[in-house]
Each structure stands twice: as C-alpha cells, then as structure tokens.
C-alpha cells in the first residue's frame, strides 16, 4: 500500500505507533519500524542521556526509519528537540504544544515533522508552520485527549488541508484502518494495540487490563484540570473520576496525587496508585501478539476492505 505517508517517511506501510509516554521505548520502536511500520521513542521528561540511549539502541535493533514523540509542556523540549537533529532522527512527532518554533531547524537537518492536532484550526496553523503532515487524533484514543471525534473530527482536518492526514483514535484493525481511509486519511497512528505486543515492555498486569478491558472499561478524568486523560476502568481512576464529579477532590488534590502515576502503572503495575493509560477500543484487544503480526494483520484486513 502505498499513500504520500509511505512516501514521505520511506516505510512499507502507512502504520505509525503510538509515541506513549513510559511506553515507547527503542524495543517496541524497532519492532514496529521491522515489521514494515514507523516505530516511535516518546520522549516524555525523561533525562537526556537516557533518550539518547534509547534513540542508538534503536539504531541498532533496526536500519528501518523510526521517529521521536516530543511533548512540548515538557522542561526539557528544547533540549530534546536539538538532540533529534544531533543524532540524525528522521521523524518527530510532537503533542501538547506548537513545535513551530522548531520546525525550520528540523527541516533544514531532513527531519519530517507531523504534529498531533485535536481541531482543524490548530491543523491549518501547523500546515502553515510548515508541517509535513498532521496525526488527527480523536477523542477515543488512549492518555490525553481533545474532545472531537475520530470520525467527525478526520474528513474535517481532510478537507482543510493540502498536506497528507493520518488518523489515530480507535484504531486497532484493518476495519479501523479501511474506515480512516475512507474519511481521507493516508496513514493511521496506533496505540493501544500495539500496548498487547510481545515487545511492548509494560508490566504484566498492564497488558492483562488491556486484553480484559471490555467496551465499556474505559474513563476519561481530569477534564477540570485542562488535561484530560483515557484510561482503563481501575479503582484508583474511579476515585479520580468521582473526586472530581462531587467535588471532593480539587484541581490541586488531583495533580498531587496522580504525580508519577503513569510510571506507577507502566513500570510498577501499581492498580491502587497507576494511571493505566488506554484507548477506547481496547475491548477488541484480545490477545499478545509480535509486532509483526499486528502489522501484518491490519494490513490485510484493511487492504482486502479497501479492495471491494
């Protein structure tokens, strides 16, 4: 299959992964970059060195391209945004923020930059910013969200811009991918799938709740902070749910108490503490697969659709 985002970023297949905070690191990244994908580092507040590692070991478990994920709330995103040009990454993909500030030197060093947009004006700002293409993430993916979406939100974002649009957000088969290139898409992002491959490296009891999550066992929370997550349905993110329903917890109680609970969940398995980040359509995630597999599976899937 072959779209402006297999041609833009050299892959065998329009898949992108994920670039999960905790969650993606060099061996998930490389796997699916082998599999024929773009595999993701996230670059999250982790330490410089550290993310340095991670983008060399990369290199060394794959000659395929992969990418970097740069939040820009974080601290350290200039520096981060420096070391992706050092050390001759050829795609970012950047969230919560506008890298247009980084945008021309990480043109000029051949870096494809493709930021994660939630709306259609903060897409047209990043097709004028300069960007290559743009993830439209819907409202039913995993960890923080807009509020539109997938399928309002794509053809929309579609229709708006000349650059190339991939869609993320509810996205875990070949039936999601076809849907997302029926609505205008040319690649697709995807998470929580991927959180159930044999390389994903999250604790055991992560990859448990997802493959039991059922339809139903996902909750967004912190709405009223101005940063809303997904998760998985555990009792830790009801208590944060109903604390901030009937008010007994407040803005600065929640942030105090789910301060490191993402690693809690990724590296601890922590239920009673750990924020579980996940996507809506983890209900249909029932099993640990390779990367490769996954890969090979919605592409089938989607192109047997997309052939009708």
């Known amino acids: 299959m072959k779209t402006r985002i297999t041609e833009l970023l050299g892959c065998e297949y329009p898949i992108i ?48 391209p992969f990418g970097v994920n740069i939040m820009l709330m974080s601290p350290n995103a200039d520096d981060l945004a420096q070391l992706c040009i050092d050390e001759g990454v050829r795609v970012v993909t950047t969230g919560a923020g506008n890298p247009g500030k980084y ?18 004006a903060l897409a047209k700002r990043m097709e ?9 993430e819907g409202t039913e993916s ?40 029926m609505l205008g898409a040319e690649g697709v992002q995807i ?15 992560f990859k448990e709740l997802v493959i039991k999550a059922k339809d139903t066992d996902s909750v967004v929370t912190g709405r009223y902070t101005g940063h809303p997550c997904r998760n998985i349905k555990t009792k830790f993110s009801k208590k944060l749910a109903n604390g901030e329903k009937d008010g007994s917890l407040s803005p600065e109680e929640f942030e105090q108490i789910t301060l490191g609970s993402l690693r809690k969940a990724v590296v601890d398995g922590n239920v009673d503490e750990g924020s579980f980040l996940c996507g809506a359509i983890a209900g249909m995630v029932n099993e640990v697969k390779p990367c490769k597999d996954i890969v090979a599976e919605i592409m089938a899937g989607a192109e047997k659709l997309l052939a009708r």
Request: charge should be negative.
């Open 142 to 181: 995993g960890g923080h969200i807009g509020e539109n979406t997938t399928m309002c939100l794509v053809p929309q974002v579609v229709d708006a811009l000349e650059i190339p649009v991939i869609a993320a957000g509810g996205i875990a088969d070949g039936r999601g991918m076809a849907a997302a290139f």
């Open 17 to 64: 992964q994920g670039g999960m905070a905790w969650v993606a690191e060099h061996t998930l990244a490389s796997a699916v970059s082998n599999a024929g994908g773009i595999g993701l580092i996230a670059g999250g507040s982790a330490p410089i060195d550290y993310l340095r590692d991670q983008i060399r070991k990369c290199k060394e478990k794959t000659d395929k």
């Open 103 to 120: 945008i021309p030197a990480w043109k000029e060093a051949g870096i494809k930059v493709i930021p994660v947009i939630p709306s259609v």
């Open 191 to 205: 998470g929580t799938r991927f959180l159930a491959s044999e390389e994903c490296q999250i604790h055991p009891t």
């Open 128 to 136: 004028r910013a300069g960007a290559d293409a743009v993830v439209a």
